[in-house]
């Protein structure tokens, strides 16, 4: 995903300055996209330069609200509907995993239980934020549900696959074959 098709999604939801954009990252995208300030400005200055986005008003202190124009909308939908994404081809995690025989088994059995109570910790954030989130049917509501839920989901399989790794490691140490 490139912050280019966000910062489009999230204008396609209605005109909003960097300040408002960067407070929707902040409060619903971090956990999935995050971005800093000056990428999110720098990102809008490269859209509007390539006529994807336009200034629809200028306010004070240089404050600018921006539009997506029909272009914009073009490649957000080109991107969404034709280009597929490349799903998981980087994940540090695994790497870290596969390559866990160079420490001891202990320090390996560490690391996965670590990775268990992190997902867990994670999991926890995202079930108090949908708790704490007055969800309605707006289009944002609807797909930020939807993301948040796959958060939740996806740090149990987490959380669980790596105490199932963590006794893999134990049996394989111990020269014993575990159960799956």
Known sequence: MSLRHALLGLL??????????????????????PATQSQVYTELTRLADADLIRVAEEGPRGRKTYEITADG???????????DPDGYRRNDILLRVFLLGAVEPDEAREFMRRRAEIAR??????????????????????????????GKRFTRMQAEWSEWAAEQIAAAASGERADS
Request: zero cysteines; a negative charge.
């Open 12 to 33: 396609s939801n209605g005109p909003g300055s960097g300040y408002d954009l960067l407070g929707a990252f902040k409060s619903t995208l971090s956990n999935v996209w």
């Open 121 to 150: 910790i994670r999991n926890a954030q995202f079930t108090a934020m949908d708790e704490a989130t007055d969800w309605d049917d707006d289009t944002l509501s609807v797909y930020g549900r939807l993301t948040l839920e796959w």
């Open 73 to 83: 909308g073009e490649e957000l939908r080109h991107w969404l509907l034709g280009v």
